[in-house]
């Protein structure tokens, strides 16, 4: 099992290597770069900005500043803010943690939603409770996180129940955790619902309940069956969630990674964007690997592999 | 009962596609045609009836619509002259499917006129027509996007199920690399890569190829999974042994067993990819000015103030919402088990 | 518990089990999501936070500086100002601050030698209690104010400027101001005389001295002098708020990053009021950062804000106006000017060793009444009504009506006029083609006009885009548009230099000097032909010796007349054409008061020391 986990850590720096690259590829091929914007401003030469882009490595060519980059790293040096003029590992190190914390939250919420609704209406099919969820879950998959979220504020205004955007005590969490969890929670709840329903009318199930075991048992055997092809689709949905943060952490003000990636990619700022988008990737790459080692931990037949 | 709703579901899709088919001529302007006077002007009331006869033979509108105050209440009575609104009329030509015309299915009989079914924005353009465009440049995103990403999924997934070996290795890291890179740093990335010569049809392949490069892994994968599966089935073995070649067996016995679930996917990647033009453009990346799409759209009217003030200018969003369920109920309906497929899909 | 087989509606076709006349678990299920459901609502309604009365911060009494400078202001102490930012401000050092966030809160924290007053729009005393030029007006004599300190209590002396000129003029250095520093091309000489007394040289007499001076932040020596790396890099968001102190109002009390930064009184501030108490009023500021423009209106409405300005939409302010509790003010035109302009360059790429113009469409470029008549055909008026829900002002100069100091009133420009336009391009040779005879504009050589639009991706921009583009199809021009990403359309208009016209929006800033660099032929922002080694025409030579002119006439009047010449010459040959500049729109809260918004930087933070809250 470790040595599977080992494997899959190793197997992943190389994909982390090669993105480094697009990303710090895609920076040099579009034209202008963090200094563009200063170059408009009347009260600057372009002396002084020639000579900031000299200071900042701008000047030089992709394969030389990737390997000064790279050459850094190994010493411990994730590069520089061009903006704040500090380490850019310090900046998304700031940030990690908010977006830790409001994906895990939503994580663990659309889980627990999936959970109920996938239950109720695989246990009810064709009767009220199913449809019901049917038609919540559609709404939820269908809603546009950008409209979400505007609504949930202005809910928050209008009833004044709960604070509108900010990031201070866990009352801030509610809302965007909610807003983010409704889409994930929607497509999961619909997958279990699936595999549920598929489960239940396999003949060990049917051999079960004519043996006379208990409804909960049943149920519980049915599920564990049912969770695999959810388990590996949450880890693909945990990718989901740090997508939509962004959108959520724009809106609601929510300190995370998710606000400072499209700010360092948009302004340019080119080791923070690369930062983020690493550490973005590398949190893909373990929710994926710790969605597997839950698959191993669910399913004997799995950890047989 | 879910049967019918089926139907009805399918029914609308089909009526938008359609739409968006003929949109310039459903359209009565061009989605820049800017009517300056009219700024945030509420829907045209058209009026069936003669307020004085009680019956005349064709509605008619005001040619003084109400114009809201920054209340957003809009004055209740319509002044001015009887505008008398003409079925196809003359107006901005167009052409569609090879034909040239200036038929409108309505309009004003005086084309300087405007009737605004929708409302209008802040520069005075009718919504209806612009919403219309919108679908139409979304609907041809999506379609053509999901056609791509199918087309380059199976390819690569056979590819990898079938030839396994070192091709498997690779094609399946390549498709590690995009599945673990989150999805909207692709997009911001690529989008900024893109800014060079944006005409209208550019952006729409600008936007197709990252909706292709998003999604191709996740279909990679599931094929080259049911490939694996298929290949030990007897009677590829046995169409093997009788000495068919790759290309037959392939074509013969492998992608017809993928086809059901490339179905469901087209139905369920389709909302995905109108949801994800919406979110560009919320961030500022998606489509630009002289386009219109409907998240471009939306985005333009997502402003509290414009929720209060003009309300009309939220239909956009009505429409996606109608849009992108109709076609997860669709595709949901279809992925239900052991679901007798209707004839027609 | 049984296995039912369901062929209801024909619909599935295998064996389910069905939960029928469900017994626990269904009801267990239901029941307890609905009880969650519930329980969430209850804890939503019942843990609403009270949030606790303000109390103001207990002030410790501290000598008073000597020289203190006294304003005619009165009001209470105490209590907190919440005010939104974009987002985190990128530094606390204000030499290193280019963006407004970084001025905004860096700009509370310190203080120069001059002051800038927004609200009045002119030079007063700061730090410095007079100043007096010498004859030829290359030199300054500056008395300094005795007995200020700065934040952290150590005393001010003339050894701090002579450290901030120093440390500004650094030869590592690549700070922002040190441009601006540079008169004539030589740095500043700044010489102590005593204590409390400096002497600056200038190698020619700058008429825009005193302004210079006022954006000049003194530093403080005794903190600063062992940072060996260049100045910019000092004072970053996580140095501790202890290694940081200045003159301003305000000092920075603690930072959270992501979320706000609070800056807290100074309480050791020059300045006092009316009754001889220290100000400011207000114990703190908080900048809250928050992107999002409904959030920050919902926030505002919700009285979680106190002040909304420079971001406010016009939308938004429309529905704020009249609004019960809420006082709003159209202060006027900002000095963002949204422009339109043609690419007059003739140069060669030095890339490419092509011309950056298709000489076919510089012909149309370069000929003024082309100019003059593109600008006669946009309708500023409606732009204003249509995209900026009219409030924004129309431009004729570079200028705006509100910078009461140097604006040319009686320069019209060429304002929208249809008739005249079609007028002058036909004394220019172009004309009509097509069925009606207004179809299509031509030029002499028969060829179509249809120039690009550049502009950024932007809501804004893209309107104004579109309006323009009408307005130039009623002229019979074809015109598309182009919208890229801003850092795109600076690169090539500065150095791809390919484009047709152009739109963009620019802050200009209010004193001449400092628009040299676009207004100079050889500037770098001399945007329609940048960085010319001889100027280019006639009308630019000329702009280029009155530019250089102008800066050195010490008479305000006679300085005047030359700038007025120059806006007359930009109105004439239209370079640029003007189009509109913003307003700037403030909301705050009743409880605000004595605020004093400006249409300048900082807008409704200035003269902060004076405004008070409602006990």
């Known amino acids: 099992m470790i040595r599977f986990a080992w494997r899959r850590a190793l197997e992943s720096i190389p994909v982390l290597i090669v993105l480094s690259f697009i990303v710090f590829g895609l920076f040099k091929l579009v034209p202008g770069d963090y200094l563009s914007e200063m170059e408009l401003n009347p009260t600057i030469s372009s002396e002084t900005v020639e000579k900031l882009r000299h200071d900042y490595g701008l000047d030089r060519s992709l394969p030389v500043q990737y390997w000064l980059w790279l050459k850094q790293i190994v010493k411990g040096d994730f590069g520089y803010s061009f903006a704040q003029r500090r380490p850019a590992s310090d900046l998304v190190m700031e940030r990690v943690g908010g977006t830790l914390v409001l994906t895990a939250s939503a994580f663990a919420l659309a889980l627990f939603l999936a959970l109920i609704l996938g239950l109720i209406s695989a246990l009810n099919v064709g009767r009220w409770p199913d449809g019901l969820s049917l038609w919540l879950s559609l709404t939820g998959l269908s809603l546009p996180t950008v409209l979400a979220s505007i609504g949930c504020l202005y809910f928050a205004y209008w009833t004044g129940w709960l604070p509108v955007g900010g990031a201070d005590t866990w009352r801030h969490l509610i809302l965007p955790s909610i807003t983010l969890a409704i889409p994930s929670a929607a497509f999961l709840a619909r997958t279990l619902r ?112 | ?93 167009f052409r569609i499917l090879g034909v040239n015309s200036g038929t409108h299915l309505f309009g004003l009989e005086d084309p300087d006129q405007p009737v605004f079914l929708l409302g209008s924005d802040s520069l005075g353009r009718d919504l209806f027509s612009r919403i219309l465009y919108g679908l139409r440049f979304s609907l041809v995103v999506g379609l053509l996007s999901i056609a791509v990403t199918v087309l380059i999924g199976t390819f690569s997934g056979t590819l990898a199920g079938w030839r396994g070996g070192w091709a498997d290795r690779v094609i399946m890291r390549i498709c590690d690399l995009f599945l673990s890179l989150p999805g909207l740093f692709l997009i911001l990335g690529i989008r900024a890569v893109f800014p060079l010569r944006m005409s209208a049809s550019n952006t729409l392949w600008m936007m197709v190829f990252i909706f292709a490069l998003f999604g191709w892994g996740v279909v990679t994968r599931v094929v080259r999974g049911q490939v694996l599966s298929l290949k030990q089935r007897d009677y590829v073995l046995a169409a093997r042994t009788m000495g068919a070649s790759d290309w037959y067996i392939v074509i013969r016995h492998i992608l017809p067993f993928t086809s059901n679930y490339l179905r469901v996917q087209c139905t369920l990647f389709v909302p995905l990819f109108i ?32 929720m209060t003030q003009h309300p009309w200018e939220m239909v956009p969003a009505l429409l996606v919402f109608v849009l992108v369920f109709c076609f997860n109920f669709v595709g949901d309906e279809l992925k239900a088990p052991g679901r007798v497929r209707p004839q027609w899909w | 518990m049984r296995i039912a087989k369901r062929v209801g509606e024909g619909l599935y076709t295998r064996d ?16 307890s999501s609905l009880f969650s459901l519930l329980a969430f609502g209850l804890i939503l309604l019942t843990s609403r936070c009270s949030s606790d009365g303000e109390q103001s911060l207990k002030r410790p009494l501290l000598p008073f500086p000597e020289e203190a400078k006294v304003l005619d202001v009165a009001g209470h102490f105490g209590g907190q100002l919440r005010y939104a930012l974009a987002g985190e401000p990128e530094t ?3 030499v290193a601050a280019i963006e407004a966030r970084s001025r905004t809160v860096a700009g509370l924290t310190t203080a ?61 250095s690549s700070n922002v101001l040190k441009d601006a520093l540079m008169v004539g091309g030589e740095p500043l000489q700044v010489e102590k005389v005593s204590d409390f007394e400096v002497v600056i040289r200038f190698s020619a007499p700058h008429a825009g001295a005193e302004y210079l001076l006022s954006n000049v932040p003194i530093l403080p020596e005794h903190l600063l002098k062992d940072h060996v790396a260049p100045i910019e890099q000092a004072w970053t968001l996580d140095t501790p708020p202890e290694a940081m102190a200045g003159l301003g109002p305000f000092v920075i009390a603690e930072h959270f990053p992501g979320r706000r930064t609070v800056l807290r009184y100074n309480p050791h501030y020059w300045k006092v009021d009316s009754e001889g108490r220290r100000l400011p009023y207000l114990d703190e500021i908080v900048f809250e950062f928050i992107e999002d423009l409904n959030t920050q209106l919902l926030r505002f409405k919700a009285n979680e804000l106190d002040i909304l300005d420079q971001l406010l939409r016009p939308d938004d302010f429309q529905m704020l106006v009249g609004g019960v509790g809420i006082l709003t003010e159209d202060v006027g035109a900002s000095a963002n000017l949204m422009f339109f302009w043609c690419n007059l360059n003739q140069g060669l790429n030095p890339e490419t060793n092509e011309l950056f113009v298709d ?90 006009v249809a120039p690009e639009i550049l502009t950024r991706t932007d809501d804004v921009a893209g309107r104004t885009a579109a309006m323009i583009q009408q307005d130039l199809e009623a002229l019979g021009i074809a015109v598309s548009i182009r919208q890229e990403e801003m850092r795109a359309v600076i690169g090539r208009i500065m150095r791809a230099r390919d484009y047709d016209t152009a739109l963009m929006n620019m802050d200009f800033p209010i004193e001449p000097s400092d628009i040299m660099n676009v207004l100079s032929s050889g500037g770098s922002l001399h945007i329609w032909n940048p960085l010319q080694v001889k100027p280019a025409s006639d009308w630019e030579a000329r702009i280029d010796e009155l530019m250089l002119l102008q800066g050195t006439l010490l008479d305000r009047d006679r300085r005047f007349e030359a700038f007025h010449e120059v806006q007359e010459i930009l109105a004439l040959e239209v370079p640029l054409i003007p189009i509109v500049n913003r307003n700037i729109l403030v909301a705050w809260q009743p409880h605000i008061k004595n605020l004093r918004p400006a249409s300048v930087f900082p807008y409704g933070l200035s003269e902060i020391w004076g405004v008070y809250l409602v006990p």
């Open chain 2, 275 to 306: 949801l994800g033009e919406i979110t560009m453009s919320f961030l500022g990346v998606g489509v630009q000015e002289p386009d219109v799409s409907l998240g471009n759209l939306l985005i333009a009217a997502r402003s509290i103030s414009a």
């Open chain 1, 194 to 305: 699936l595999e549920l329903i598929d489960t239940l009318g396999q003949p060990y199930v049917r051999a079960a309940v004519a043996k006379g075991l208990p409804e909960w048992r049943v149920v519980w055997h049915a599920l564990r069956n049912a969770a695999n092809p959810v388990i590996s689709l949450a880890g693909v949905t945990l990718g989901g969630l740090l997508s939509g943060a962004v959108v959520v952490e724009k809106v609601f003000g929510w300190p995370g990674l998710g606000s400072l990636i499209v700010d360092s990619l948009l302004m340019r700022d080119l080791y923070v964007a690369l930062n983020c988008v690493l550490l973005a990737s590398f949190f893909v790459i373990v929710a994926n690997l710790f969605a597997d080692l839950l698959l191993a931990l669910n399913d004997p037949r799995v950890r047989g592999r």
């Open chain 2, 1 to 93: 009962m879910r049967r019918y709703l089926l139907y009805l579901a399918a029914g609308i899709l089909l009526a938008l596609c359609l739409a968006a088919l003929v949109t310039p001529f459903l359209a009565p302007y061009s989605p820049k045609q800017q009517f300056r006077e009219f700024s945030h002007s509420p829907p045209t009331r058209v009026h069936f009836l003669d307020p004085e006869s009680g019956l005349p033979p064709r509605p008619f509108v005001y040619t003084n619509p109400e114009v809201s105050d920054s209340k957003g209440s809009t004055s209740s009575e319509s002044t001015g002259d009887r505008v008398t609104v003409r079925f196809f009329v003359k107006g901005v030509p």
């Open chain 3, 112 to 172: 120069s030698l001059l002051e800038f007053s927004p609200v009045d729009q002119r030079v007063v005393d700061g730090l410095a209690k007079s100043w007096e030029f010498s004859p030829d007006g290359k030199e300054l004599r500056i008395q300094l104010r005795q007995g200020i300190r700065f934040s952290d209590g150590e005393p001010l002396t003339a050894d701090d400027v002579l450290f901030t000129f120093e440390r500004l003029y650094d030869e590592a």
């Open chain 3, 92 to 94: 606390f050092n204000y």
């Open chain 3, 16 to 31: 389910l089990v069905q939960l029928e006349n469900s017994p626990m678990i269904n009801k267990v299920l239901v029941l």
């Open chain 3, 359 to 448: 000489p076919k469409k510089s012909e149309w470029f370069q000929n003024r009444e082309f100019r003059q008549a593109l600008s006669c055909s946009i309708n500023r008026a409606d732009i204003v009504r249509n995209v900026f829900a009219g409030f924004a002002s129309v431009a004729t100069t570079l200028i705006p009506p509100s910078n009461r100091n140097w604006h040319a009133a009686d320069v019209d420009g060429f304002q929208f006029d249809p008739a005249r336009a079609r007028q002058l391009l036909s004394s220019a040779g172009f004309s009509w083609k097509g069925a009606r005879g207004l179809d299509t504009l031509v030029d002499p050589a028969g060829r179509a």
